[in-house]
T-cell receptor, first 114, second 112 residues
Framework: ETGVTQTPRHLVMGMTNKKSLKCEQH?????MYWYKQSAKKPLELMFV???????ENNSVPSRFSPECPNSSHLFLHLHTLQPEDSALYLC?????????????FGDGTRLSIL | GNSVTQMEGPVTLSEEAFLTINCTYT??????LFWYVQYPGEGLQLLLK?????DKGSNKGFEATYRKETTSFHLEKGSVQVSDSAVYFC???????????FGSGTRLQVQP
């Protein structure tokens, strides 16, 4: 039990589909993150939210759209994805975005684009 | 900018062998340093951390010392077990409102 729950664990979708990834944390944290983990590549930070405000967006294509309705929930809306978007998408949370704060990760959603 | 360099894997060891996974970093200021572990099919888990120079982080038999003079944070364990087989990530705390900077990960395989 990590305290950060991601659903679904696995998702297969076509390039024209629209789907959403969900992340929920019960740790009382105020910061949440989306990462992309591809085979043989470093972990890529996609988005950072602090107190429901997006504070970092690392040049992510617009086909990925994050949403943070409250400090416990984070979504990643997917639309018109490409095969190279197949990866493990990890959500994380931390008490704040302060640099000494460790991040707590969910188990990820394995996304496959057909 | 900040960066983290880890040794390439996989690292293959026999049970009870000594483990070292090298990690060096480039950063402005004095960031916090972390080691995370990812077991198969799971997300990353914080293994240990150090927040200032000469600090030693330790957990589950793993240790790493924050060496400012060599900008390193090498992970060590005296006697590895098969259950330690995983991918290990070194990470650097950002400054201001930035998130962590991760290394590329090192896969450890421990054989019985």
């Amino acid at each position: 039990e990590t305290g950060v729950t991601q659903t679904p664990r696995h998702l297969v979708m076509g390039m024209t589909n629209k789907k959403s990834l969900k992340c929920e944390q019960h740790l009382g944290h105020n910061a949440m993150y989306w990462y992309k983990q591809s085979a043989k590549k470093p972990l890529e930070l996609m988005f950072v939210y602090s107190l429901e405000e997006r504070v970092e967006n690392n040049s992510v294509p617009s086909r990925f759209s994050p949403e943070c309705p409250n400090s416990s929930h984070l979504f990643l809306h997917l639309h018109t994805l490409q095969p190279e978007d197949s990866a493990l998408y990890l959500c994380a949370s931390s008490l704040s975005t302060g640099e000494r704060q460790p991040q707590h990760f969910g188990d990820g959603t394995r996304l496959s684009i057909l | 900018g900040n960066s983290v360099t880890q040794m390439e894997g996989p690292v293959t060891l026999s049970e009870e062998a000594f483990l070292t996974i090298n990690c060096t970093y480039t950063a402005t200021g004095y960031p916090s340093l972390f080691w995370y572990v990812q077991y198969p099919g799971e997300g990353l888990q914080l293994l240990l951390k150090a927040t200032k120079a000469d600090d030693k982080g330790s957990n589950k038999g793993f240790e790493a010392t924050y060496r400012k003079e060599t900008t390193s944070f090498h992970l060590e364990k005296g006697s590895v077990q098969v259950s330690d087989s995983a991918v290990y990530f070194c990470a650097l705390g950002g400054t201001g409102r930035r998130a962590l900077t991760f290394g590329s990960g090192t896969r450890l395989q421990v054989q019985p």
